[in-house]
């Protein structure tokens, strides 16, 4: 089965700087890779997510790329802001067309630090 | 428009009872998963239900039992429960037809 590595587990910024976490993926049928935004105590939040027909995608301070030939892909952040301090997960799936996705495998998670 | 929601939002049981949480998704949704999240790790996938049917299953025993009703919502069982069951549970709805999944606030289980 699909099996995701996801690093650094711990990352801490400085308020203003830009933050990176990593991933990797085994399964090269997984086509569906979304982030998810986890603080204390709270459910996690979709923040973005990217399918495997691009290369990158950017929604304001957030960007994912991936690369599907080395299997990996990578979020971004920058002007990173203390509300940023959270557990960010990173996820594999395959998504079929006119069915949905099939299950989410999750990286371990980083948890990240905004430093102010 | 109400997002995904579950209850009850904490649990306290002992070994060997059962459990059940509840889950109703977000409005147009028709597909829930459920996930255990275990302290400090990433949530593990135990089943996916479609159309009142289990579409798909991890690697979770028979203890773990689901089922979805008419209107969509889920019900998730746990039999003969371990210590070890002791975790969030996290239900996420989606439409069949996308791929985006969204959580619930999620069930704190605690087996005693």
Redesign the interface.
């Given at each position: 089965g699909e099996n995701v590595e996801?690093h650094p587990s711990t990352l801490s910024v400085q308020e203003g700087d830009s933050a990176v976490i990593k991933c990797t993926y085994s399964d090269s049928a997984s086509n569906?890779f979304?982030w998810?935004k986890q603080e204390l105590g709270?459910?996690?939040?979709?923040i973005i997510?990217i399918?495997s027909n691009v290369g990158e995608k950017k929604d304001q301070r957030i960007a994912v790329t991936l690369n599907k030939t080395a299997k990996h892909f990578s979020l971004h952040i920058t002007e990173t802001q203390p509300e940023d301090s959270a557990v960010y997960?990173c996820?594999a799936?395959i998504?079929w067309f006119?069915?949905?996705?099939?299950?989410?495998?999750?990286?371990?998670?980083t948890r990240l630090t905004i430093i102010p | 428009d109400a997002g995904?929601t579950q209850s009850p939002t904490h649990l306290i049981k002992t070994r060997g009872q059962q459990v059940t949480l509840r889950c109703s998704p977000k409005s147009g949704h028709d597909?829930v998963?459920w996930?255990q999240q275990a302290l400090?790790?990433?949530?593990?996938?135990i089943f996916?239900y479609?159309e009142e049917e289990e579409r798909?299953r991890?690697n979770f025993p028979d203890r773990f039992s689901g089922h979805q009703f008419p209107n969509y919502s889920s019900e998730l069982n746990v039999n003969a429960l371990l210590l070890g069951d002791s975790a969030l549970y996290?239900c996420?709805s989606?439409?069949?037809?996308?791929?985006?999944?969204?959580?619930?606030?999620?069930t704190r289980l605690t087996v005693t």
């Open positions: 996801q569906y979304p998810y709270k459910r996690p939040q979709l997510d399918r997960f996820a799936s998504g006119n069915f949905g996705n099939e299950k989410l495998t999750f990286g371990t998670g | 995904v597909t998963s996930y400090g790790q990433g949530p593990q996938f996916q479609y798909q991890g996290l996420a989606s439409s069949g037809l996308a791929h985006e999944q969204y959580f619930g606030p999620g």
